[in-house]
């Protein structure tokens, strides 16, 4: 399967170049639409194996139209964090990629898939070819959705938070303390605009009080229940 646009950066030439090489049987799904669609048929048909190819077009969800898949393809000539090799993995599905910034944070060799270079369709040819003989073995469902659950979007929350505070006795101890300061004294337009100003000299000392990146963060996130408090307080009134 080929999950994308269908433009120039993403490259769907050198997947289609690389499929006419190969000699046992196979088909693929391309999900996406764009303007390089006329030019990628065409390529297709010229290489006499369009009708191996499912046009699928645009869909909101991709993955709602894709019941089975051996592995997803990328061959974009750049990425940042691709959603593709996410989403792919993420459902049990190996990728091949090239090494194009995004993916080879998340794909290991051999593992959950594997890279090529930008453009070797030939080498594309050959990894996929030896899928096909048994040469390589798919990577099992369950190691491609483990390869991926630390980019889960509360485990990053977590590194973060771990980076920034270092323990929970850390974070826990200065969020009660500007939480009861919060709650003590200052009401909300005093601390829109303390947020603010601290937020603008955040590369610096922010005040007598608030001397470090990980004082702020305990006091956003104080100031965060402080306001959810609040809001369930008018609502019980």
């Known amino acids: 399967v080929s999950v ?17 090489l190969l000699k046992q049987p196979w088909k693929l799904i391309v999900v996406g639409d764009g303007g390089h669609y006329s030019t990628l048929r065409a390529l297709a048909e010229a290489k006499k194996i369009n009708e191996n190819i499912q046009w699928a077009g645009w869909h909101e969800n991709p993955w709602n139209i894709v019941k089975e898949a051996s592995v997803t393809v990328i061959s974009s000539l750049y990425e940042g964090f691709s959603m593709t090799t996410a989403e ?6 190996p990728v091949v990629t090239t090494k194009c910034g995004g993916p080879e944070d998340m794909v290991v060799e ?7 270079q930008v453009g070797d369709y030939i080498r594309l040819a050959e990894i996929l070819s030896k899928i096909q003989d048994g040469k390589y073995i798919l990577p099992k469902a369950e190691v491609c959705i483990d390869s991926i659950q630390k980019f889960d979007e509360q485990v990053v929350i977590n590194k973060i938070e771990e980076v920034i505070y270092g323990d929970t006795e850390y974070f826990t101890d200065m969020s009660s303390y500007y939480y009861s300061k ?9 601390m829109e605009e303390i947020l603010i100003e601290h937020f603008k000299n955040r590369i610096y000392p922010f005040n007598n009080n608030i001397t470090n990146i990980k004082e702020l963060y305990c006091l956003v996130k104080a100031y965060n229940y402080y306001k959810c408090e609040e809001k369930a307080d008018i609502a019980n009134e």
């Open 4 to 20: 994308g646009r269908l433009s120039p950066e993403k490259d769907i030439g050198t997947l289609i170049n690389a499929l006419a």
């Open 88 to 93: 792919s993995l993420a459902r049990g599905i």
């Open 110 to 116: 051999g593992v959950n898939g594997w890279l090529y």
């Open 182 to 190: 919060l709650y003590e004294y200052w009401n909300n337009e005093d």
